[in-house]
Structures are given as structure tokens and as C-alpha cells.
């Protein structure tokens, strides 16, 4: 009894020193907080591009949407392709006429069949363990009655008062709640033609940025806060470490808040929690990290794109595999339109990653690297870009099921959790798979998840020989990947 009341006023007296521990507005304390140990376990989330953007829904194949204003008012365009730069300005005044404002569009975004409830389900048959939605992006209009939006730019430029008339944050926020998934939340840094950013940014800072943050943090309190737009500015211009101080220590966010690195000119990949490559696929980091990357190349809506410009279940099972056995969390956007609705084609590819997650999410959720995260098979080990700006993911299918001739291929994929490792196949083996450089117990369980019997296996000279089953069409446990999981 004794040992046990020590124990729990030791739990107890770390806790509150948790709890009372200040952080300094330096980089050195901030990035000294511990990543949240639900964001290391989660794996995978959801990213939501929402907004004006939303209403045209439009630009070329290989850009993204979410820019359009930014394409439209530059006459300026970047992605994978050439482009002349009026590709969006000559869309825009053909669809809405010569003259015809951006702003004008907000009149369009009306979020009529917005159900925050069926996102929510969705989310969570989907397997995402945690979501971002952008609560305001470059272009400045906010998803929540914020007063700031409407001072600044001296019109109504929030979804209260403009657009849906709707507290589209506070509604999903309510709704996700309700279900496993965490709430996270995304935050430009900046606007693109705010006007008083582009006149004064020190008191766009002080007057619009800040309180309008702290606004949002307060209100809906994310375990995400996903910031963006801040490579424009120094974090001195930013104060960025006093608002990260103030959100650990003041907003009431508590221990579960996580933040990314984007929080001014050279921040990231080297201060504030968690590192956020943007279709990289050779990211490589001991800190904890998580790639995002749209469904297509886009990632708000892009009426644009078809149905081969979407990844494949296969590739987003993949490609979540080749990350978490990296150490990395998966962000996989999806755009709804203006309308308030998911596209069938984003609802199908989340249900089919949440069909494999219920068979071989023991093998994603709460693991760790192992030693390696892959096996390769003989041949060259390369991956390029091809001369793209984004990282298309096909890749991954070339570097598992479909490589060009002499390219070696990531046989296995490896993630560890305590004693257990499990050994993630793209292909399904037609007798067996040798499994090089592990040497479990003699006394090891070894079975295949879904498939309730154990698996036969021999020591070989690099490591063991498992043998799989035979199965036909309807009895394999799922699509896609099978996880051989070696217990002790």
C-alpha cells in the first residue's frame, strides 16, 4: 500500500509540475516542449482546404485551386507543367466577366448541404485519427464570426456574415467531438492583399493578426494548430515565440495542442513541434514529422482534375506505409466543394483506406521505426522527381509493385511496437517471403492480421523464411498490403 501511494503521488506531483511548467517566447523552450503522445500515435489524418477557392474550383491540372485569387491577381502560375500566366485571369473573366472581383465570389460559397455530423462519420469510418481544417487561408476570409476579417477589410469577410452565414468551424468542431477524431486547425499567417498587411505589417500584426489568432485558439481550442503563410515575414516580425508561449501557457489549450514549423523565414525544418514536408517523398528526420499532399496535385477543389489525376487506394495505403515505417504521420487532403459536399471520388478513397485500417491498423497506429523502415530487393534503389515541382505519388508504386526494369523494389515495410514488429507486404507472396536480418525467440508467435492462424516459418542463413497461405480471392484479409506480425 505504501509503494502504491508513492507511485500515485508521484504521478500526481508530475502532473502539476506538467501543468505549472512556463514556457519562455524563445525557441530553445518551445522547441523543448514534448510532442503530445496521441500525435506520435495517430498516424493519420485528415487535411480540409475550404473556402472562397471553393466557388471556382478551378485552375489548370498539376496547380493548386486554393490559389486562385493569387493566380488571378498576379496573372502569374506555378506547378507541374508550363504556363503562360493567364490561364486563370482568362477562366475567370470568361466564367464571371471582365472586371468581376474575387471578392464577389463569397456570395456563391453557401455551404447549403454542409452536414458537419456526416463529415464527422465520415472521418472516423475513414480511420483519421485527427483532422485540419482551414480556419482562414491566403486569402484572408475566416471560417468563424471574427470581427477582425470584417474591420480589415472594411466588408463582411467571415462566414457569419458573408457566404453560408454559418459558424462552419464551431458546427464541425461541435460535430468531430462527438467521435474519436481530433479537432485540428489550420492558420495562414498572412493575406495576400489584406490591405493593412501590405501598408503596414507590424500593426497587421498587432491589430489583426494576433487578436484574430488568439480568437480562434480560445474559441474552439484545436489539439492542431497547422500554421502556414509565414515565409513573408521574420518570426521578429511574426512574434512568433511570444503567441506559441502564449498558447502553451495562457490560451487553456493544455498538454494535447500540437503545433507544426511554419511560424516565420527559416523556421521550418528546424523550430516549433512537428517538421511538415509538402509532397517530399525522401523526407527523412528523427524529429517527429508529418507529409501532407492532396488527393490530387490540388488541394482545394479542382473541378479541373479527373479521375486519373486521383491516387489510388493502393497508393495512399502505400504511401501512408512507406511513411509511418519513416516515422512519419500522413495529412491527406480532401476538398469539398461550395456546396458543403465531400466529392463521391475523396469519400471513396477514405473508405477504402478505412477498410484496411480496421484489418492492419494494429500495424500503423501507435508504432514506431524499427531499426529500418524497409527491405529492398536487389537492383538499383533511386527515386527522382522527373523534373516535376510536386512529387506526383505514383512513385511509391513504382518504388513496391511496378518498378522500371532494374529498379529495386521496397519489398517489406517495418513498423515496431514494444516486442512486436510487424512486416507490411505490397505484393502478396505466392509460397513464402524471407525476411532478411531479423532473428526472433524460437518461441516467437508469428501470424498474418486478419488470418487467425499462426504462420509456419524456418531461420535461414539472412534471417527467416515465412510461409503465407494460400488463399483465394475472398478469404485474403484486405487489399492492398498484408502485415506478417512477429511477436517476441
Known sequence: MKRLSLLLLTICLSAVLFAQKKYEPTWESIDNRPIPEWYQDAKFGIFIHWGV???PAWSPKGTY?????????????????????????????????????????????????????EWAQLFERAGAKYIVLTSKHHEGFCLWPNEQANKTWGFPWNSMVAGPKRDLIGELTSAVRKTSVKMGLYYSLYEWYNPLYKSDVNRYVS????????????????????????????????????????VYNESGSGEDVVINDRWGKGTRFHHGGFYSPEYDPAFESDRTWEECRGMGFSFGYNRQE??????????????????????????LDIGPDASGKIPPIMQDRLLEVGKWLKVNGEAIYGTRRYTRSCQWSAGEQTYTKEGQ?????????????????????????FTAKGKILYCILPKYPRESIEIRDVHPSQSAKITMLGYGKPLNWVRTQSGIRVEIPALLPGEIPSQWAWTVRIED
Not at 460559397?109 to 455530423?117: C, M
Not at 495505403?317 to 512519419?328: A, F, Q
Request: negative net charge.
Open 207 to 246: 491589430e489583426h493578426m494576433t487578436p484574430q489568432f488568439k480568437d480562434l485558439i480560445t474559441r474552439y481550442h484545436p489539439s492542431v494548430i497547422w500554421s502556414d503563410g509565414d515565409w513573408d515575414q521574420t518570426v521578429e516580425t511574426w512574434k512568433s515565440p511570444e503567441l506559441l508561449a502564449w
Open 53 to 55: 477557392y471553393s466557388v
Open 65 to 117: 485551386a486554393e490559389w486562385y485569387q493569387y493566380w488571378l491577381q498576379q496573372k502569374t502560375l506555378s506547378g507541374n507543367g508550363k504556363f503562360t500566366g493567364q490561364e486563370v485571369p482568362d477562366y475567370h473573366a470568361k466564367k464571371y466577366g471582365e472586371g468581376s472581383s474575387y471578392y464577389d465570389l463569397v456570395k456563391d460559397f453557401k455551404a447549403e448541404l454542409f452536414n458537419p455530423d
Open 306 to 331: 479527373d479521375a486519373e489525376d486521383y491516387i489510388s487506394p493502393q497508393t495512399i495505403i502505400l504511401l501512408m506505409t512507406d511513411i509511418v515505417s519513416r516515422g512519419g504521420n500522413l495529412l
Open 389 to 413: 515541382h510536386y512529387a506526383g505519388a505514383g512513385f511509391i508504386l513504382k518504388q513496391t509493385v511496378s518498378p522500371d526494369p532494374g529498379k529495386a523494389v521496397k519489398e517489406i515495410f
